[in-house]
T-cell receptor, first 112, second 112 residues
Framework: NAGVTQTPKFRVLKTGQSMTLLCAQD?????MYWYRQDPGMGLRLIHY???????AKGEVPDGYNVSRLKKQNFLLGLESAAPSQTSVYFC???????????FGEGSWLTVV | AQSVTQLDSQVPVFEEAPVELRCNYS??????LFWYVQYPNQGLQLLLK??????LVKGINGFEAEFNKSQTSFHLRKPSVHISDTAEYFC??????????FGQGTRLTINP
């Protein structure tokens, strides 16, 4: 049972470089989310999607872009990485509001 | 705006002692409430959730939580903790609930 899969798991970037984090879910969920986790700040929502072809901003969207071209995939892009984007990124998905949100195992990103 | 406050950033307890992790939220609309657990270097797993109905909710691993609407609280409890309960615990509020807003987390440390 794959559930929610994130790639890559670890990445080191230089300031100004770009990259894309890929999230894939095999549960046919409509809702998908990208969170970042920083010490003492819990998880903060970056962007989310309520269905294929839709995206919306969360609490901390600046510096990130997302796309949901296929229902099972939710991509998070960093166009020009900054040290402030060093964090652990979690993708998650759910069937509908109020249902359990399932998380991936996280992607550790370091920007130097 | 909705918010979630976990009142303790760290809670140390002895093995087999009871524990309570506190969570308060603010919201002007009906909410869904969740507790998630995160073990080291892993994603988040659902412990329990409150959607409606009985205010006492039982979850996995012997945890339970009580929804108190008048006090806008959703405290997590376990009558007797085990070493394996050492983890970080997150309270979350679903608004609408297209997305979750997380608290800052409480690190539970069980001492032998």
């Amino acid at each position: 049972n794959a559930g929610v899969t994130q790639t890559p798991k670890f990445r080191v970037l230089k300031t100004g470089q770009s990259m894309t984090l890929l999230c894939a879910q095999d549960m046919n969920h409509e809702y998908m989310y990208w969170y970042r986790q920083d010490p003492g700040m819990g998880l903060r929502l970056i962007h989310y999607s309520v269905g294929e072809g839709t995206t919306a901003k969360g609490e901390v969207p600046d510096g990130y872009n997302v796309s949901r071209l296929k229902k099972q995939n939710f991509l998070l892009g960093l166009e020009s990485a900054a040290p402030s984007q060093t964090s652990v990124y979690f993708c998650a998905s759910s069937y509908s509001p109020g249902n359990t949100i399932y998380f991936g195992e996280g992607s550790w990103l370091t920007v130097v | 705006a909705q918010s979630v406050t976990q009142l303790d950033s760290q809670v140390p307890v002895f093995e087999e002692a009871p524990v309570e992790l506190r969570c308060n939220y603010s919201s002007s609309v009906s909410v869904y409430l969740f507790w998630y657990v995160q073990y080291p270097n892993q994603g988040l797993q659902l412990l329990l959730k409150y959607l409606s109905g009985s205010t006492l909710v039982k979850g996995i691993n012997g945890f339970e939580a009580e929804f108190n609407k008048s006090q806008t609280s959703f405290h997590l409890r376990k009558p007797s903790v085990h070493i394996s309960d050492t983890a970080e615990y997150f309270c979350a509020v679903g608004i609408g609930a297209q997305k979750l807003v997380f608290g800052q987390g409480t690190r539970l440390t069980i001492n032998p």
